[in-house]
């Protein structure tokens, strides 16, 4: 038997052998599906950057991975519309959900306007705040 060697440190390498493996497991366990990384970037007429959503297929799900919009375009319903257009691909790629995480201080009331429902939610996490996790069916 190996000993166990444990220590602190982040080695890129070492991890990446381990998601290999973790994800080779699943995949014996799981309909495998090719993970697609995806992003929609609104830009201005100069190509800065003032807000987009980035996300990734998997397992027929659309995961919500960031959404952000500047503070010069809020309120203007950008944000539904780059969840809107994310919604239309995760369709086009026969997906089934939508996945995303969000926090009180951030915009669980939008996102639940939208039709995320609420799956769970952990009190004091961050301190003083609520983390949502959240989803919709497609």
């Given at each position: ?117 609420v799956l769970g939610q952990l009190e004091d996490f961050p301190k003083g705040f609520t983390h ?7």
């Amino acid at each position: 038997m190996a000993d166990i060697r444990m220590h602190r440190g982040y080695d890129e390498e070492e991890a990446g052998f381990i998601r290999y493996n973790l994800v080779r497991y699943n995949k014996s366990k799981v309909a495998y599906t090719e993970e697609e990384k995806m992003s929609f970037v609104l830009k201005d007429e100069q190509g800065d950057i003032l807000g987009g959503l980035v996300g990734h297929t998997d397992w027929e799900c659309f995961f919500v991975d960031l959404l952000w919009v500047g503070d010069s375009l809020r309120g203007m319903g950008k944000g539904q519309e780059l969840l809107e257009t994310a919604e239309a691909y995760a369709r086009e790629q026969q997906c089934r959900l939508m996945r995303l995480e969000t926090f009180s201080f951030q915009a669980p009331d939008f996102y639940q306007k939208l039709g995320f429902k609420v799956l769970g939610q952990l009190e004091d996490f961050p301190k003083g705040f609520t983390h949502y996790y959240m989803y919709k069916e497609l």
